[in-house]
C-alpha cells in the first residue's frame, strides 16, 4: 500500500466514525422534531437530552479529523470540493452551528416561547445538516466535482442521485439514532423502549427504501461507483444487508445487547464498500488518490499525528462513551 492509500484509509475511518457518531447525533435531533409539542413529547426528549448531553460536543470531532486529514494530504481534493459544493457545504456548517447553539440554550432560557425556538432551531438543523452533508456525497460520487473544481456551484449537487443520499443521511442517521435510544430508554422505562423500537422499525424500512433508489440513481448518474459496488463491493453489500436484517429479528424479538453492533456494522459496511466502490478515485473519474496526495514530507506527518491521535483520543472519547453510558457523567438527577 503506497502512502497515499494510506492516508486515504485513514481520511475513510474518520469518515466511518462520524458517520456512526455523527450520524446518530443528528438522528436524536429527528426524533426531537417529529416527538410533538405537548406532554406525550417530552418524554421522549428527555430521553433525547440525557443521550445526547455528555457527547454531542465530541461526536464533531470526527468531522473536524476528516477536513484536516483531506486538507493535509490531499489538497487539490480539498480544494475542488470547497469550490465547487460551497452551497451545501456552507449550509451543513450553518446547520452545525445553529444546531449547536439551540441545543445548548434551550435548557438554560427561560422563557417558554424562547425554549420552544431553541428546541425548533436544534431539532430542524439535526434534519437539513446530514441531508446537505449527504448531497456533497452524492454529488463527488456522481462525478460531479472536477479536479480543477469548476463545478456549477447549484447543479453539481441539485440532480437525484445527491438528494438520495442526502435522504438516506437523514433516514440513516434516524435509524442509528433510534436503535442507541432503545438502549437509552432504560432504569425500567418499558414504554419508552417501545416507543424507539417502533421508530427504529420505521426508520430502517425507510432507510432501506432510499438505499434501494439510491442503486437505481447510481446506475444511471454514477456508473463507475455503481459497477464497482456492486462487483468488488459486493460483500460489503451483501455484509451491510444482513446486519440490518439480523438487527430487525433481534428487535422484533425483544433483544437489546445485539443491536447496537448489528447497527454499527450495517454503518461500518456501506461506508466501507463506498470507499471500495471510489477506488482508486477521490473524485470519481477525474482525480485520482495518487494525482490528489500532498508531498511524502507531509503524508509522513499524517502517519505521526494519526498514530499520536489513536494513542491519546481513541482512549479519551472511549472513556467518555462508557461513562456517559453507564450514566456517571449526569449532573441532573
Known amino acids: 500500500m503506497s502512502k497515499a492509500d494510506g492516508a486515504a484509509a485513514i481520511l475513510w475511518v474518520g469518515a ?25 413529547g417530552q418524554r421522549p426528549r428527555d430521553v433525547i437530552q440525557r443521550s445526547l448531553t455528555p457527547v454531542w460536543e465530541a461526536n464533531h470531532v470526527w468531522l473536524i479529523f476528516v477536513l484536516v486529514v483531506l ?3 490531499f489538497p487539490s481534493a480539498f480544494s475542488a470540493i470547497f469550490t465547487t459544493l460551497y452551497v451545501p457545504i456552507a449550509l451543513a456548517a450553518l446547520g452545525i452551528v445553529l444546531r449547536g447553539a439551540g441545543f445548548a440554550f434551550r435548557k438554560s432560557i427561560v ?30 460520487a456522481a ?10 456551484a447549484f447543479s453539481s449537487w441539485i440532480q437525484p442521485l445527491p438528494l438520495l443520499i442526502g435522504a438516506m443521511f437523514v433516514a440513516s442517521g434516524a435509524y442509528l439514532a433510534a436503535v442507541f435510544l432503545v438502549g437509552d430508554a432504560r432504569r425500567g422505562d418499558h414504554e419508552m ?32 461507483v455503481f459497477d464497482r459496488l456492486t462487483e468488488q463491493g459486493l460483500p460489503l ?15 422484533v424479538r425483544g433483544g437489546r445487547r445485539l443491536l447496537r453492533p448489528l447497527a454499527a456494522g450495517a454503518v461500518i459496511a456501506v461506508v466501507w464498500g463506498w470507499g471500495v466502490a471510489q477506488f482508486p478515485y477521490l473524485l470519481p473519474t ?9 508531498p511524502d514530507a507531509t503524508m509522513t506527518i499524517v502517519f505521526i499525528v494519526f498514530a499520536i491521535a489513536a494513542v491519546v483520543v481513541l482512549p479519551s472519547l472511549g472513556l467518555l462513551y462508557t461513562l456517559a453510558q453507564r450514566d456517571l457523567l449526569e449532573s441532573e438527577h
Open 16 to 40: 466511518t466514525f462520524y458517520a456512526l457518531f455523527g450520524g446518530a447525533d443528528f438522528g436524536g435531533g429527528f426524533w426531537d422534531l417529529v416527538a410533538g409539542w405537548d406532554e406525550k
Open 237 to 251: 453489500v451483501v455484509l451491510s444487508l444482513f446486519c440490518g436484517a439480523a438487527l430487525l429479528i433481534v428487535l
Open 286 to 294: 477525474s482525480l485520482r488518490i495518487d494525482q490528489a496526495a500532498a
Open 143 to 152: 462525478g460531479n466535482v472536477p479536479a480543477e473544481g469548476n463545478g456549477d
Open 111 to 140: 422563557g417558554l416561547r424562547e425554549r420552544r425556538a431553541m428546541g425548533a432551531t436544534f431539532a430542524i438543523s439535526s434534519v437539513l445538516t446530514p441531508f446537505f452533508m449527504g448531497t456533497v456525497v452524492g454529488a463527488i
Open 71 to 73: 486538507w493535509t494530504a
Open 193 to 224: 423502549e417501545s416507543y424507539f423500537e417502533r421508530r427504529a422499525l420505521g426508520a430502517a424500512v425507510v432507510a432501506g427504501a432510499f438505499a434501494v433508489a439510491g442503486l437505481f440513481a447510481l446506475h444511471s448518474e454514477a456508473r463507475y
